[in-house]
């Protein structure tokens, strides 16, 4: 029987919020087993951005990532958000180990074919280094990714941080029994948007055509729910989507999705 | 009889020109057997630190790193920096990772004491995880420092790179017959400080204490040489100084240094 691997993705909501980070971090930190984390980015590389005169450039509502917006990128999520995380993992007792996908060439990706929309350097992922991973799982390190890949050809590319993680997921399930927990705003997949409470426990595929027609998953939870579904059609156990409780031993409301 | 390691120290005047370091990648690609890169910061510190309106501030002529400097070094040495030196040596077709001191907790720091001078975030080097970094380099990977390591509290420190190198090659050499490659802009010792060929070729202890009399060896190479000694003294095989040519195969004008 494989060994358990947990990939947990927090998104900018935990990071911009030092307190929420320190609770996740003290949470991730108890995880038992094998673990991964992927940061997202958040609004610090906007900020910083907007400090220096760089405006973001937008194409149909997608962030487009010229070179200077790269540099700023890679300055925030490699450097000073990834940096900073590894090092407070390391203070709760984490032996955190802060990753591009360049580094140990873990995330092979190419830049994203222009077709109407050149969305500059922002990679497509063409695969993981899983046996990589597994070296440093294995000799009890803990990887956390940042939302950066690269091409091969000497350029670090933007690359969406829920991607990552289920492209983590996906790669690493030939080697372990994953769960892939995205972590957001919500407490999960709600019955009703204004009961924050009305959380769907379980969905598994009939469910999810269900919630479909009645237009409970809809808008932005449309994207995320058929992420959920290709990590799992390509060999992830479960996927669970919540808010950064979900991860304690003791948790019980929050999504858990099957096939 | 123990494995060749190689560790290679670049300062700003590589790391500032792009045609250098790209020349510098390449060769450090073609250096055969294991071997390790640690790369300083240059000016884009300061550069970016002075769009952004924070002044360096000073003490006896020595930087001192506040809180709002520390975020301006850590995005500049362990994100832009360090993750295009690993995309570039990626593409060079060597398996790079970049590592601060947090990251597998590979270098353990404390803050400097406070005496005279509050240099504020700046850790001087307790120990190297050479344990950790042999599983790296025995998986087939290329570990590459920027001059950042961490206090276990969840503290990133600024830490002078040519310390990290020394201590890295220090630590390693339990494990290791070690070379350790400090580059700068001359090509090695000069006899005749005017004279850029006069390379004194190789120092010994003896030698050592001829220049000093001689002050052949005085200002800013005295803490280097200084440096240079102290990891001989600690079981570092040789120390070579010169320019980036020098880790070239056939490479002949340069200084070598051994007890």
Known sequence: MKEKLSIVKIGGNVIENKTELAKFLTFFSQ????????????KLATQLASKLGIESQMVNGRRVTDAKSLEIITMVYGGLTNKNIVASLQA????AIGLSGAD????QAHKRPVKEVDFGFVGDIDGI??????????????????????????????????????EVAIGMS???????????????VLMRIED???????????KYKELLEQKI???GMLPKLENCFHALQNNVGKVCLGNIEMIQPNASLFTTITL
């Not at 091969?152 to 969406?160: F, K, P």
């Not at 009305?198 to 009939?206: A, G, L, P, Y």
């Open 129 to 166: 280094n899983a046996d990589f991973l597994n070296t440093l799982i294995t000799s009890g390190v803990t990887p956390v990714f940042c939302a950066l890949s690269h091409d091969g050809e000497g350029n670090i590319l933007n690359t969406n941080a829920d991607t990552i993680a289920s």
């Open 31 to 42: 995880l038992k087993g094998a673990k991964i984390l992927v940061h997202g980015g958040g």
């Open 174 to 188: 030939k080697l372990y029994n994953t769960t892939l927990y995205y972590s957001f705003e919500k407490k999960g």
């Open 92 to 95: 709760n007792g984490t032996n």
């Open 196 to 206: 924050e409470d009305s959380v769907v426990k379980h969905i598994d595929s009939n």
């Open 217 to 219: 998953i809809a808008d």
């Open 104 to 107: 140990g060439n873990v995330i």
